[in-house]
């Protein structure tokens, strides 16, 4: 059974910093591409940022600079080092395993990052 679990959302001040946690399961890990993805309140579904098996990393140009996409995948974890939050940056954030080759796709349930004074 493939599992995501994220982690490490909450509520946080502008300016603030926050680092989310996606641990994997069930599948190998190495062999997938992982992304972060965002949804606010009546918006459409956002990628934010992707690290390939090689860790490479493409970010969405409204964090660029901001937020940073790491691997590791002795633990089957990826995280998302969100840096000068802002309240635009106020989301669910969705957790994604994309086989590198195959079609493979998983998400994770989601965790709430609330950016308000």
């Known amino acids: 059974q493939v599992q995501l679990v994220e982690s490490g959302g909450g509520l946080v001040q502008p300016g603030g910093s926050l680092r989310l946690s996606c641990a994997a399961s069930g599948i190998i890990f190495s062999m997938y591409t992982m992304g972060w993805y965002r949804q606010a309140p009546g918006k459409q579904l956002e990628l934010v940022a992707t690290i390939s098996r090689g860790s490479t990393t493409t970010y969405a140009n409204s964090v660029k600079g901001r937020f940073t996409i790491s691997r590791d995948n002795a633990k089957n974890t990826v995280y998302l080092q969100m840096n000068s939050l802002k309240p635009e940056d106020t989301a669910v954030y969705y957790c994604?395993?994309?086989?590198?080759?195959?079609?493979?796709?998983?998400w994770g349930q989601g965790t709430q990052v609330t950016v308000s004074s």
């Open positions: 994604n395993a994309k086989h590198f080759m195959i079609s493979s796709n998983f």
